[in-house]
């Protein structure tokens, strides 16, 4: 998957879609001036490294 996209214009994408299709802990899909989209796939019942819960 690559979606990244560092334009001051935004990304049209199907979100669910680009979530779905994440292979890795953390991708950056798009960055803005204010804004850093980033889709996570993270097992169930497992935890994030460095969250505190």
Do not use: D, K, W
């Given at each position: 998957m690559h979606h990244y996209n560092?334009?001051?214009?935004?990304l049209v994408l199907?979100?669910?879609e680009?979530?779905?299709?994440n292979k890795t802990f953390r991708t950056m899909i798009w960055t803005g001036h204010?804004?850093?989209l980033t889709v996570m796939s993270i097992p169930v019942c497992e935890t994030t490294?460095?969250?505190?819960?």
């Open positions: 560092s334009c001051p214009e935004p199907n979100i669910e680009a979530t779905l299709e204010y804004l850093q490294p460095g969250v505190i819960s």
